[in-house]
């Protein structure tokens, strides 16, 4: 079973955990006979993780991420220094050893921030961006998720691999488009993505699709690692760590998409 090649997931040690019953001498039968009726212990009293957990933990920092958005559409000048921010917290909850609540609703909310300046910015330009984009993050998600809940879709060693290389191709690639962009190199909004032509076509309606593939994958692996964390009895605590990388993930199809819009709308 591929696990999530999702940095954010890197940390979290995935592990069999198990205790043993202890046994109380002198016990009568009756007492012998309540303990044995109660019923049995969840995730939440053993203190494993568990989807629930997991998924309104979710649900938690994805509404700051909103409240980060609403404040970022207000004051769209907030956008470039959270992105910058944004950017150095998800690096500190992807390599700190011990999950931080804190931190990582400090991340959603500057996410936030982030998104809702940039969201709103394109909204004057082109009306209607914003319902498209979510809606569009949303059928993603959705489609990926009923498919991975059906066994329609797995992940594998080989499109594992395969990702890697692409998503790390791509993210040296968007640091680089973003060096030019703000040294004002290339001035268009999207810099070479939206910039460059291919036969006339621009670059980023040529790998936007694949992009928001890698997103989509990306969901899978996603998947799949909260999957074997709760088969595996991971401590509930990693369920923050999962959190923060479904959202990490989510952010990344939100952009993709908007993103992709905007240029197709534009040509």
């Given at each position: 079973?591929?696990?999530?090649?999702?940095?954010?997931?890197?940390?979290?040690?995935?592990?069999?955990?198990?205790?043993?019953a202890?046994?109380?001498?002198?016990?009568?039968?009756?007492?012998?006979?309540?303990l044995?009726?109660?019923?049995?212990?969840?995730?939440?009293?053993?203190?494993?993780?568990?989807?629930?957990?997991?998924?309104?933990?979710?649900?938690?920092?994805?509404?700051?991420?909103?409240?980060?958005?609403?404040?970022?559409?207000?004051?769209?000048?907030?956008?470039?220094?959270?992105?910058?921010?944004?950017?150095?917290?998800?690096?500190?909850?992807?390599?700190?050893?011990?999950?931080?609540?804190?931190?990582?609703?400090?991340?959603?909310?500057?996410?936030g921030?982030f998104?809702?300046?940039?969201?709103?910015?394109?909204?004057?330009?082109?009306?209607?961006?914003i319902?498209?984009?979510?809606?569009?993050?949303?059928?993603?998600?959705?489609?990926?998720?009923?498919?991975?809940?059906?066994?329609?879709?797995?992940?594998?060693?080989?499109?594992?691999?395969?990702?890697?290389?692409?998503?790390?191709?791509?993210?040296?690639f968007?640091?680089?488009?973003?060096?030019?962009?703000?040294?004002?190199v290339?001035?268009?909004?999207?810099?070479?993505?939206?910039?460059?032509?291919?036969?006339?076509?621009?670059?980023?309606?040529?790998?936007?699709?694949?992009?928001?593939?890698?997103?989509?994958?990306?969901?899978?692996?996603?998947?799949?690692?909260?999957?074997?964390?709760?088969?595996r009895?991971?401590?509930?605590?990693?369920?923050?760590?999962?959190?923060?990388?479904?959202?990490?993930?989510?952010?990344?199809?939100?952009?993709?998409?908007?993103?992709?819009?905007?240029?197709?709308?534009?040509?």
């Amino acid at each position: 079973m591929a696990l999530s090649s999702n940095p954010a997931f890197k940390n979290a040690a995935f592990g069999n955990g198990g205790t043993k019953a202890a046994t109380t001498p002198g016990m009568t039968p009756a007492q012998l006979d309540e303990l044995y009726s109660r019923p049995a212990a969840g995730p939440t009293e053993t203190d494993r993780m568990s989807y629930e957990d997991t998924v309104m933990k979710t649900v938690g920092v994805l509404a700051v991420v909103i409240v980060g958005g609403v404040i970022g559409s207000f004051v769209p000048a907030l956008a470039l220094p959270a992105a910058l921010i944004g950017f150095a917290l998800a690096l500190v909850n992807i390599f700190k050893k011990k999950v931080s609540p804190p931190l990582i609703f400090a991340y959603g909310l500057v996410e936030g921030l982030f998104l809702g300046g940039i969201s709103i910015t394109l909204e004057s330009i082109l009306p209607g961006i914003i319902s498209q984009a979510l809606l569009g993050t949303g059928l993603v998600f959705g489609v990926t998720l009923a498919l991975f809940a059906n066994g329609k879709i797995r992940a594998s060693a080989r499109a594992t691999k395969v990702f890697m290389i692409a998503a790390i191709s791509y993210g040296i690639f968007s640091l680089v488009n973003f060096g030019l962009q703000i040294t004002g190199v290339n001035n268009d909004p999207w810099g070479l993505v939206g910039g460059f032509d291919i036969f006339g076509i621009p670059l980023g309606l040529i790998i936007g699709p694949l992009v928001i593939i890698m997103a989509a994958y990306s969901l899978v692996l996603d998947f799949t690692a909260i999957q074997e964390g709760v088969k595996r009895g991971a401590p509930r605590s990693l369920g923050w760590r999962a959190a923060f990388g479904l959202v990490l993930t989510i952010v990344w199809l939100y952009l993709e998409i908007i993103r992709l819009i905007s240029i197709f709308r534009s040509n």
